[in-house]
T-cell receptor, first 109, second 110 residues
Framework: DAKTTQPNSMESNEEEPVHLPCNHS???????IHWYRQLPSQGPEYVIH???SNVNNRMASLAIAEDRKSSTLILHRATLRDAAVYYCILSRGNEKLTFGTGTRLTIIP | IAGITQAPTSQILAAGRRMTLRCTQD?????MYWYRQDLGLGLRLIHY???????GKGEVPDGYSVSRANTDDFPLTLASAVPSQTSVYFC?????????FGQGTRLTVV
């Protein structure tokens, strides 16, 4: 399985944009890039996913590098409720997800 | 819409006892999964099922069994619990690349 690399932790100020990086240099052509987040004491929650093109939804944006070896999850305006562990995962279609340790995002009021 | 329902929410279990964690979904998803999450770590896949009637082993299947008699239910059984199975267990289902998780079952084996 192709692996992802994320920083262990990041901090951001409330109401500012947050850019969460993910490296996946061994990604294959059929791997989708998924982002999930896990709020304290809850199960993981789907955030966004994409293949090649940048993607936007109501929660976030996903910027994918042209060579697909890295991607960035963008939270446009962080709130305290966005404090969570964010997981970047590669998966092919409906395949099972393999979680790493993710990035713990702290929002500073 | 309930999504994924897990029961019980938490349980303290004596070592050696048998325990079944229940998971039900109402989204008619074919794929379902069981993960465990130990304190401070990411989720690890225990077992999965791509469709009713089929199951497969994940990363950490030893000591656990599953069944998938129908689309909606995916119970996880610990035949003889051991303290190392103390963890939070998450059930999930997925469709079209999106996975949906339950709220988890916190299991303590003493």
């Amino acid at each position: 399985d192709a692996k992802t690399t994320q920083p262990n932790s990041m901090e951001s100020n409330e109401e500012e944009p947050v850019h969460l990086p993910c490296n996946h240099s061994t990604i294959s052509g059929t791997d989708y890039i998924h982002w999930y987040r896990q709020l304290p004491s809850q199960g993981p929650e789907y955030v966004i996913h994409g293949l090649t093109s940048n993607v936007n939804n109501r929660m976030a944006s996903l910027a994918i590098a042209e060579d697909r070896k890295s991607s960035t999850l963008i939270l446009h305006r962080a709130t305290l409720r966005d404090a969570a562990v964010y997981y970047c995962i590669l998966s092919r279609g409906n395949e099972k997800l393999t979680f790493g340790t993710g990035t713990r995002l702290t929002i500073i009021p | 819409i309930a999504g994924i329902t897990q029961a019980p929410t938490s349980q303290i279990l004596a070592a050696g006892r048998r325990m079944t964690l229940r998971c039900t979904q109402d989204m008619r998803h074919n794929a379902m999964y069981w993960y465990r999450q130990d304190l401070g770590l990411g989720l690890r896949l225990i077992h999965y099922s791509n469709t009713a009637g089929t199951t497969g082993k994940g990363e950490v299947p030893d000591g656990y069994s599953v069944s998938r008699a129908n689309t909606d239910d995916f119970p996880l059984t610990l035949a003889s619990a051991v303290p190392s199975q103390t963890s939070v267990y998450f059930c999930a289902s997925s469709e079209r690349g999106k996975a949906f998780f339950g709220q988890g079952t916190r299991l303590t084996v003493v």
